[in-house]
C-alpha cells in the first residue's frame, strides 16, 4: 500500500496555531500516526497543553488538562487552602484594637494586623505569643467575619461589648484598658484613624500613663520609625507599648491563616460618660469646604442656566465647584474655585459641566476618583480625563437630571407620606 | 443656653510654635491658630493665651507676636527649655492655677514641630482629671448652671457631629475651624508677653534616645500579584491596564440614567 | 449815583473779602488737624510757574477746556486784581478801565464756554453746586465789563438807570459772594484758593518741572498708630490735596475699577475725603457714586473713615494703576490716599479682604506671595546653567532679577527668553537664585508696610555682598520697587526693565533683530513701567526693530488702561460688573490686534486668564526671540 502524504494535514499538524491542530493530531487515523515507512509514530509532541499564554504546558503533577483549562484555573487556586499557624498554650498578647466598622476590615486594620504579626515575631517569646484582635459589638461575629479575621492574621479574638455606635471614646478606652489590666498585652496597637484608633489609643495611653509611638510606619527590627513634625521628620525610637500605626504600616497577612479562637473580657461596669454623642448635625454640602467635599458639581463656561445648576446640585446633594471662567464671570463665590489656582479638590465623584479642562483645572481635580464630563465637545481635555462623558448640551443634561431626580424622590418618598 | 452664663466662663487656648512645611520657618501653628480664633471668637469673659517654651528664642517670641496680633492682648509664656516636656510643665501649671484653671482649655490637635503625637491633650485631660473632646470646630453653647457644653466636632469629609460634655474639658481644635484671623503688625505690638515663672520643668529622657531625620518618602505598595504560576505572573505582567479613558454618551435621555448609575455605584447619592 | 454804585462796590468788596478771609483761616485750620509733614515754602513762589506749566500741561490735553479754563481763570484774576485796585483802593485810571474790559470780557468768552459745557454736562462732571458756577462766572464777568463800558466811555453812564444799578448791586453781591467768599467757604471755587496752594505745597515737590515722584513714602513703623484710620491722620497737605479737586471727573474716566463696576469712583473719594476733614455728610456730593454703593454716609476728622464714610471694598477695588493721579489735573495723589487707609487696615485691623491675609503670610513664611517652597524658585533655571551670585560668582555686569515668575509657568518664558537674549549678546549676568525674595511690591500696595520693610532689608542685605553694575528685571513691579521704593532703605541701584535693557543692547547692535510677520501687534503699556516710570519707548522701539508696527490702541502710553494685575486688586478680588482685563483685550479686540505684547508677568497672566477667543499674548522678549539672529558660536 502506497502511504500518500497529506502535506497539508502534515502542515496543519505541525501548526499549533491553526485552528484545526488539535482535531488532526488527533488524528484523522484514529489518533496515531502512520510513518511513511507505514510503522505507528509516536508523537512526543502530543502530550500537555497549550496554556493561556500560549505556551505548551505539560502538567506533570496530573491535573487534567479540562480543569486547567481556561476560567477553571483560577477556581482550582482559591481552593488552595493556606497554613495554618497555630498558637498554642499563648502566654502573652499583642493587642489590636481594629476599628473595623460593621465588623468588617478596613485594609488599615488589615495592615495593622501585619503589623502585630511582626511585633508577635520580635518578641521574646514568640511561639507562644499571640496577635490578639478587640473588637467592638454587640454581638458575635458572623462564621464569615470571623474567617477573614482568619485570614488577616487574628490568633485570638475579644470582643468587647458595645451599646450602640455612638462616639463613647471614654466608655472604649476604660474597657480596653480593663482588659489590659486583665491580659497585660505587650503592646496595644491602635490605627491612627481620626476619631477612631487614633483617639482611643492616646485615652488608654493616657491612662495607662504609657507614652504611644504615634504615627508609626514602620516596624524596623525592634525599632518603631514614627513620622514626626507633621510629617516632615521621621523618629526612630524604641518599642512602646501603645502603638498607633499609619496606614500601610506592614504588609498584610496573605499567606497563613490564623486560629482566631475567642477569649473572654472580664465583665467590668462602666462609669458614666462625660461626652454624650448627639448625632450628627446636618451638614449643607455647600457649608463643605471644597477639598474635603466627597460630591462635587461642578460648573464652568458651558453654563447657561446657573439656577438650574444650583437646583441640580440641590437634589443631587452635592458640593458647588466652579471653574475660574465661571468664577470670574461672578456666577459663582471665589471660594468655589476648583483647580491650581483655586482649591485642591480630592471628591470620590467629580461631574464637570461645561468645563473643558483648563490645565490648572485639571491639575485641581488629580485626586478625584471618577469624573463625569458633561460637555458639548467631545474632544476636551476634560472628556479624555472623565470615566463618564455625556457629550450634549449641559443645560437639557441638568434639566433631564433634576426630571428624574425629582420623579424618583417622589416616587420613593410620596406613597410614605400618604400612608403618614 | 443664656447669653449671659456662657460669657462667664473661661477659656485658655494653649499655644505652640509652628513651622512651614516647606520653607521649615517658624510661623503659627495652624491648628493652635484655629484653636484660638474659636476662643476669640466666642469671645467669653475671661480669655488666655498660653505658651510653654523657649523665651530666649528670638524666632520664637515673632511667632508669638504673631498670635498677639490676632487680638489676643497677652500671652503667658511658661519657660521651658527645647529639651524639657511641654506637657509636664503645661499640667503642672493649670493644676496649680487653682480658681484661674480654665473651664475649656483649647489645643491644636498636634503640633507642628518635634515628635507630633497629638498626645499633649489627652495627657492633660488625664492630669486635670477632666473630659477631652477632639478636633471639634466650633463652641455652640455652655451651659453654666447644669455645668455642660456643646461643641461641634468635625468628622471627614465635611462631615459634623455634635458632642455634649461637662465643663471643665479640654478640646483640640482641628483644620474645619474657622480659619484664624490676619494677625495684625500694630496688635502684635501691642500685646504683652508674659512670663510666668516658678514652674519646675522636667526634662523629656525619652527623647534624647531617639534619631530624628528629614521624613524618607514612604513606599507607596504596589498591587502585589501572588502569582503562584508563570502564566499568572506572565499575564499580570503583560495584561493590559484597564483604560481610564471612559464612556460617552450621546444620547441626552440615556444620560441623566447612567450618570445617577455611577453615582449609585460610588455610594454618593 | 455811580458813586452809590462804587460805594456798595467798596462795602460788598470789603465784608465778602474779610469774610472770605475768615473763610480761607477756618480751611487752614482744617488742613492743619492733619500730621506734620514738611512745608516746603518755596513752593509757593513757584505756584505760577506750576500753574502755567505743570498744572497746563495736564488740563491742555482736553484742548476745550484748557483754553477755556485760560480764558476763564486768566479774566477772573486780572479782573478781580483790578476790581481790588480800583474800588477797594480807589485808584482810577484811563488804563484800568481799559484793562478791566478787556479782563471783564475776556472771562466773560471763557464763562460761555464754561457754560456751553454745561449744557449737557458729561457723566463725569458733578453737578449740585457745580451747575452754579458758569452763571456766577457770567454774571461776576459780566457785571464788570458793564462796570468798565462806561468808564471807558463806551457807553454813557448809568446815572439814573436805577435799573441798571440795582441789577449791577445784585450782580456784584452774587459774584463777590461766589468768587471772593465761596472760594474759602467750600463753594466751587474752592479749587482755586487751595489749588494755588496745594501746588506750592504739594507733599512730592518733584513731580513738578518734568520730574516725577511715583514710589510710595515710607511709613514709620514705630508710630503709635499705623497708616489713616480718620482724616487727621493724614499729613496736612494731603488734607490740603484733597480741597483742591475740582471734580471734574478726569479720575473717574480713567479709572479701570470705576469701569469694571468695583465701588470705586477716585473723584468721590477725595470729595469724601473733604467730607471727612471738615465733617458732615455725603449728600451734597452730586457726581457719580461708587458703583453699586447707595446712601449716605457721615463723617468727620476723627471718625474712622472705612466703614463709616467709605466703603472697605472702595479702597480695596483700587490697582494702583495710577491712571487717576495722571489725569489729575490738580496733582492730587489718589494712590497715596487709598494705600494710606489700606495700612491702617492691614497693620491695625488685619482685615486685608479675600486671600490677602493668605498671601501675607505666605510673604513672611516663604518669601514669595504663593508659598512655594524657597529653595525652590531656581527650579525653572535647572537646565539654563545659571551663574549664580555666592555660587559660582561673586559679581557680574548684570544681575537679573528673577522675581515671581520664577514660580510660574507661564511667566518662566519670558524669563527664559531673556536669558537666551542676553546670552546671545553675550551680557556677563547672574541671579541671587534662592536668595531672592519677593521684592514686597503686592506686600507695600495690601498696606503691609511691616513685610514690605522686611522683605527690602533682606533684599538689600543679600545684595549688598554681590558686585554688579545693573540689575535687569522681566517685572516692572520689581523695577518700579527696587528702582523707587529701595532708595528710602538704602538700597540705590541702576536697575533696567528686561525691555530698556534689550533695546540698548539692539542700539548697540549686540543684538540683531530679523524681521517678523505676526500680523497686527498691539502693545499693552504695564502701569509700573509706563505711567510710574515714563518708558513708553523701549518696548515700542524693539517692536519696531522687529519690523512690527505698533498698533495703538484708543488708551495707550500714559493712558493705557490697566490689566488689572497691579495692587494686589487680583489678591483682594472685589466684585464688579465685568473684569478689567476683559475691558481690556477687548481694547485690543476693538483693533484686530492678533498679537497683544506686554512687559509685565502680571499683565501676562491676567490677559491670558480671558477667555478664548481673544489675541495671543506674549511678552516682548519671547517675541524678540523668535525674531533674534543668533551667529554661530566659534
Request: hydrophobic share 40%; glycine share 8%.
Amino acid at each position: 500500500m502506497v502511504i500518500r502524504r497529506n502535506r497539508r494535514l502534515e502542515w496543519i499538524a505541525r501548526n499549533r496555531l491553526h485552528p484545526e491542530h488539535s482535531a488532526v493530531l488527533m488524528g484523522v487515523n484514529g489518533g496515531d500516526e502512520i510513518g511513511p515507512s507505514g510503522l505507528v509514530r509516536k508523537r512526543p509532541h502530543d502530550i500537555g497543553f497549550i496554556g493561556p499564554n500560549g505556551i505548551k504546558r505539560i502538567d506533570r503533577l496530573g491535573n487534567s488538562l479540562a480543569t486547567m483549562a481556561g476560567a477553571g484555573a483560577h477556581k482550582g487556586q482559591a481552593e488552595v487552602s493556606l497554613p495554618l499557624y497555630v498558637v498554642e498554650n499563648a502566654s502573652q498578647y499583642v493587642a489590636v484594637v481594629l476599628d473595623a466598622p460593621e465588623g468588617r476590615l478596613s485594609e488599615h486594620d488589615k495592615d495593622l494586623l501585619g503589623l502585630a504579626q511582626q511585633l508577635k515575631a520580635a518578641a521574646d517569646n514568640a511561639a507562644s505569643t499571640a496577635v490578639a484582635a478587640i473588637i467592638f459589638s454587640s454581638a458575635a461575629p458572623e462564621a464569615a467575619r470571623i474567617e477573614s479575621y482568619q485570614l488577616a492574621g487574628v490568633d485570638r479574638l475579644i470582643v468587647l461589648p458595645a451599646e450602640s455606635d455612638d462616639y463613647q471614646p471614654e466608655q472604649r478606652a476604660a474597657q480596653i484598658c480593663a482588659l489590659t489590666a486583665q491580659y497585660d498585652f505587650i503592646h496595644l496597637c491602635f490605627p491612627d484613624t481620626v476619631l477612631g484608633g487614633a483617639d482611643t489609643g492616646r485615652r488608654v495611653a493616657a491612662n495607662l500613663a504609657e507614652r504611644p509611638a504615634t504615627s508609626v510606619w514602620k516596624l524596623d527590627g525592634t525599632q518603631l520609625i514614627c513620622r514626626g513634625a507633621a510629617g516632615k521628620t521621621d523618629i526612630t525610637r524604641p518599642l512602646s507599648k501603645v502603638i498607633i500605626a499609619l496606614e500601610q504600616c506592614a504588609d498584610q497577612i496573605d499567606e497563613s491563616k490564623h486560629e482566631c479562637l475567642a477569649l473572654s473580657a472580664d465583665a467590668i461596669t462602666l462609669s458614666a460618660s462625660r461626652i454624650e454623642d448627639l448625632g450628627k448635625a446636618q451638614v449643607n454640602p455647600n457649608d463643605i469646604d471644597l477639598t474635603e467635599a466627597n460630591f462635587i458639581l461642578s460648573g464652568g463656561n458651558g453654563i447657561e442656566d446657573w439656577d438650574r445648576f444650583h437646583e441640580a446640585a440641590r437634589l443631587l446633594g452635592a458640593t458647588e465647584g466652579a471653574s475660574r471662567v465661571a468664577v470670574d464671570d461672578g456666577f459663582m463665590p471665589r471660594e468655589r474655585q476648583v483647580g491650581a489656582t483655586g482649591k485642591w479638590v480630592t471628591a470620590r465623584v467629580y461631574i464637570a459641566v461645561g468645563i473643558s479642562g483648563a490645565i490648572q483645572h485639571m491639575q485641581g481635580i488629580g485626586q478625584c476618583d471618577k469624573v463625569i464630563a458633561i460637555n458639548t465637545d467631545d474632544s476636551c481635555d476634560m472628556v479624555k480625563r472623565a470615566d463618564l462623558s455625556i457629550i450634549a448640551d449641559s443645560d437639557a443634561i441638568l434639566t433631564a437630571l433634576i426630571e428624574t431626580l425629582s420623579n424618583q424622590s417622589s416616587a420613593e418618598f410620596h406613597p410614605q407620606e400618604a400612608v403618614a | 443656653m443664656t447669653a449671659n452664663s456662657s460669657k462667664d466662663i473661661a477659656i485658655t487656648t494653649l499655644l505652640s510654635v509652628g513651622q512651614h512645611p516647606l520653607s521649615a520657618r517658624p510661623r503659627r501653628a495652624e491648628e493652635d491658630a484655629r484653636a484660638l480664633e474659636v476662643m476669640l471668637q466666642f469671645a467669653p469673659a475671661s480669655m488666655k493665651a498660653l505658651h510653654a517654651g523657649d523665651t530666649a528664642d528670638a524666632q520664637n517670641l515673632t511667632v508669638l507676636k504673631d498670635y498677639l496680633g490676632m487680638g489676643i492682648p497677652s500671652i503667658d509664656v511658661i519657660p521651658t527649655s527645647a529639651d524639657s516636656d511641654a506637657a509636664e510643665a503645661l499640667a503642672s501649671y493649670l493644676a496649680n492655677a487653682g480658681d484661674g484653671q480654665p473651664h475649656i482649655l483649647l489645643t491644636g490637635t498636634r503640633s507642628e514641630v518635634g515628635e507630633s503625637s497629638g498626645f499633649l491633650p489627652y495627657l492633660l485631660a488625664e492630669k486635670l482629671a477632666i473630659p477631652f473632646v477632639p478636633n471639634i470646630c466650633d463652641i455652640l453653647s455652655i451651659d453654666m448652671a447644669a455645668g455642660v457644653a456643646e461643641v461641634m466636632q468635625s468628622l471627614p469629609r465635611g462631615q459634623r457631629r455634635k458632642i455634649k460634655t461637662q465643663l471643665p474639658f479640654v478640646a483640640s481644635v482641628g483644620m474645619a475651624a474657622a480659619i484664624p484671623r490676619q494677625s495684625s503688625f500694630g496688635a502684635a505690638r501691642r500685646g504683652v508677653i508674659n512670663t510666668v515663672s516658678s514652674i519646675d520643668t522636667v526634662a523629656d529622657e525619652a527623647q534624647t534616645a531617639w534619631k530624628t531625620e528629614p521624613a524618607r518618602k514612604r513606599p507607596k505598595r504596589l498591587k502585589v500579584v501572588k502569582a503562584k504560576t508563570a502564566a499568572e505572573r506572565f499575564k499580570a505582567a503583560t495584561a493590559k491596564v484597564q483604560s481610564s479613558g471612559g464612556e460617552k454618551i450621546y444620547e441626552v435621555d440615556k444620560a441623566a440614567e447612567a450618570i445617577l448609575k455611577l453615582l449609585k455605584e460610588e455610594k454618593v447619592l | 449815583m455811580a458813586d452809590y454804585l462804587s460805594q456798595i462796590i467798596f462795602w460788598l468788596g470789603i465784608t465778602l473779602i474779610t469774610l472770605g478771609v475768615i473763610g480761607a483761616m477756618r480751611r487752614i485750620r482744617l488742613w492743619r488737624q492733619g500730621q506734620s509733614s514738611t512745608v516746603h515754602w518755596k513752593g509757593l513762589l513757584q505756584i505760577p510757574k506750576r500753574y502755567l506749566v505743570d498744572l497746563h500741561h495736564v488740563v491742555a490735553r482736553d484742548k476745550y477746556i484748557s483754553n477755556t479754563h485760560v480764558a476763564t481763570a486768566g479774566g477772573f484774576v486780572l479782573t478781580s486784581v483790578l476790581v481790588i485796585i480800583v474800588y477797594l483802593f480807589g485808584i482810577k485810571g484811563a488804563v484800568l478801565n481799559w484793562l478791566m474790559l478787556f479782563s471783564s470780557a475776556l472771562m466773560l468768552v471763557g464763562a460761555v464756554f464754561v457754560f456751553k459745557r454745561r449744557i449737557n454736562p458729561p457723566a463725569n462732571l458733578s453737578k449740585g453746586k457745580w451747575s452754579r458756577l458758569p452763571y456766577s462766572l457770567l454774571i461776576y464777568s459780566t457785571t464788570f465789563l458793564l462796570l468798565a463800558l462806561p468808564a471807558t466811555g463806551l457807553l454813557p453812564d448809568y446815572t439814573g438807570s436805577y435799573l441798571m444799578i440795582a441789577l449791577l448791586s445784585v450782580g456784584v453781591f452774587w459774584g463777590f459772594s461766589e468768587m471772593y467768599f465761596g472760594i474759602t467757604w467750600g463753594g466751587p471755587m474752592k479749587h482755586a484758593f487751595a489749588g494755588a496752594l496745594h501746588l506750592g505745597l504739594h507733599r512730592r515737590q518733584e513731580r513738578f518741572g518734568g520730574g516725577r515722584s511715583t514710589g510710595l513714602k515710607a511709613l514709620d513703623l514705630d508710630k503709635d498708630s499705623l497708616g489713616v484710620e480718620k482724616p487727621e491722620d493724614f499729613k496736612w497737605n494731603q488734607l490740603l490735596s484733597f480741597d483742591a479737586c475740582v471734580e471734574c471727573g478726569r479720575c473717574e474716566k480713567a479709572c479701570p475699577a470705576f469701569a469694571a463696576g468695583q465701588p470705586l469712583n477716585p473723584k468721590k473719594l477725595i470729595q469724601d475725603m473733604v467730607v471727612g476733614m471738615a465733617g458732615g455728610d455725603t449728600a451734597k456730593f452730586a457726581g457719580s457714586p461708587y458703583p453699586g454703593v447707595t446712601g449716605t454716609y457721615k463723617g468727620g476728622a476723627i471718625i474712622p473713615i472705612v466703614d463709616t464714610l467709605v466703603p472697605a471694598n472702595t479702597i480695596w477695588s483700587c490697582t494702583t494703576c495710577r491712571a487717576c493721579v495722571e489725569e489729575c489735573p490738580m496733582m492730587i495723589e489718589h494712590v497715596d490716599a487709598i494705600v494710606d487707609m489700606r495700612r491702617h487696615q492691614t497693620l491695625e485691623k488685619g482685615n486685608t479682604p479675600g486671600k490677602s491675609a493668605e498671601l501675607l503670610e505666605n510673604l513672611k513664611t516663604t518669601d514669595n506671595p504663593n508659598g512655594y517652597a524657597p529653595d525652590s524658585r531656581m527650579d525653572w533655571a535647572a537646565d539654563q546653567n545659571l551663574k549664580v551670585f555666592g555660587e559660582d560668582t561673586q559679581q557680574a555686569d548684570v544681575l537679573l532679577w528673577m522675581g515671581d515668575a520664577a514660580f510660574d509657568l507661564r511667566n518662566q518664558r519670558t524669563l527664559r527668553a531673556t536669558v537666551a537674549l542676553l546670552r546671545a549678546a553675550s551680557v556677563d549676568f547672574a541671579v541671587i537664585g534662592n536668595q531672592e525674595c519677593d521684592v514686597g511690591d503686592a506686600a507695600r500696595r495690601l498696606g503691609d508696610e511691616a513685610t514690605f520693610q522686611r522683605l527690602t532689608k533682606d533684599n538689600i542685605a543679600t545684595l549688598s555682598k554681590y558686585q554688579f553694575k545693573h540689575i535687569v528685571t522681566t517685572d516692572p513691579h520689581v523695577f518700579h520697587s527696587l528702582k523707587n521704593e529701595y532708595p528710602d532703605f538704602g538700597g540705590h541701584y541702576s536697575v533696567y526693565h528686561h525691555t530698556q535693557f534689550l533695546a540698548e543692547l539692539v542700539q548697540q547692535s549686540k543684538l540683531k533683530l530679523n524681521s517678523t510677520s505676526l500680523g497686527d501687534v498691539t502693545y499693552h503699556d504695564p502701569c509700573y513701567l509706563g505711567r510710574y516710570n515714563g518708558e513708553f519707548d523701549a518696548p515700542r522701539y524693539l517692536l519696531e526693530s522687529m519690523g512690527i508696527s505698533v498698533k495703538e490702541m484708543e488708551r495707550s502710553q500714559r493712558r493705557s488702561r490697566c490689566c488689572g494685575g497691579g495692587g494686589g486688586a487680583p489678591i483682594t478680588d472685589i466684585p464688579g460688573e465685568q473684569r478689567i482685563p476683559d475691558m481690556r483685550i477687548a481694547d485690543a479686540k476693538e483693533i484686530n490686534a492678533g498679537t497683544v505684547a506686554v512687559a509685565c508677568p502680571q499683565c501676562n497672566a491676567m490677559f491670558e486668564g480671558v477667555v478664548a477667543p481673544r489675541p495671543d499674548i506674549k511678552d516682548v522678549a519671547e517675541l524678540m526671540l523668535d525674531a533674534t539672529v543668533f551667529e554661530e558660536a566659534h
